[in-house]
């Protein structure tokens, strides 16, 4: 069956603009995850849903990023006045969400370069 | 709060050689250890994981057995191969409380990540 899949693959964007990333989990997984991933800072959790709701956003860096989950389904991660510090790989990915010991399969990313 | 320490690359063996990957974590209660694998230009896939103490997990030769006394879960392969080449991922999942809701969630914690160069 189909993976997850994540749109755009790249995004280069300047200073300042606002992004959005696209993330289509597996069909029938309720819960979906944002990561980062970047050299500094290895791999690192962003944000967490539930369904369309969003139980922990501990990880989200700073105020001008945020993330929504339509349908139970689709979810945008938005990043607003992108600084040069949020150029990273964002991952997504999704997983059944009933136990810690369920799998969760990643998508492709998204390459954000800010210049 | 959790962690996941594994040993730093990158490492780089010929083709058959044994492989031990090294990996330790800091967690309370029992949580769930994973090994992903990034291959070049793909993304994070699960290579193998175990859900509690003394559980080995297996997958394309290689094992991983959960310690619980000494809090490790090291990566091992008999003979690599040259498709071997990856970067490996030490994780862990525990159920994290929000502090917004108290729902829980397990988002995974990940080790830095070991670079491994097989050659022929």
């Known amino acids: 069956g189909a993976g997850v899949s994540q749109s755009p693959s790249n995004k280069v964007t300047e200073k300042g603009k606002d992004v959005e990333l696209r993330c289509d989990p597996i069909?029938?997984?309720?819960?979906l995850y944002w990561y980062r991933q970047s050299l500094g800072q290895g791999l690192e959790f962003l944000i967490y849903f539930q369904g369309n709701s969003a139980p922990d956003k501990s990880g989200l860096p700073s105020d001008r990023f945020s993330a929504e989950r339509t349908g139970g389904s689709v979810s945008t991660l938005t990043i607003q006045r992108t600084q040069q510090e949020d150029s990273a790989v964002y991952l997504c990915a999704s997983s059944f969400g009933l136990a810690g010991s369920d799998t969760q399969y990643f998508g492709p990313g998204t390459r954000l370069t800010v210049l | 709060g959790n962690s996941v320490t594994q040993m730093e690359g990158p490492v780089t063996l010929s083709e058959e050689a044994f492989l031990t990957i090294n990996c330790t974590y800091t967690a309370t209660g029992y949580p769930s250890l994973f090994w992903y694998v990034q291959y070049p230009g793909e993304g994070l896939q699960l290579l193998l994981k175990?859900?509690?103490?003394?559980d080995k997990g297996s997958n394309k030769g290689f094992e991983a057995t959960y310690r619980k006394e000494t809090t490790s879960f090291h990566l091992e392969k008999g003979s690599v191969q040259v498709s071997d080449s990856a970067v490996y991922f030490c994780a862990l999942t525990q159920r994290q409380s929000s502090t917004y809701s108290g729902a829980g969630s397990y988002q995974l914690t990940f080790g830095k990540g070991t670079k491994l160069s097989v050659i022929p």
């Open positions: 069909s029938g997984h309720t819960a």
């Open positions: 175990a859900t509690k103490a003394d």
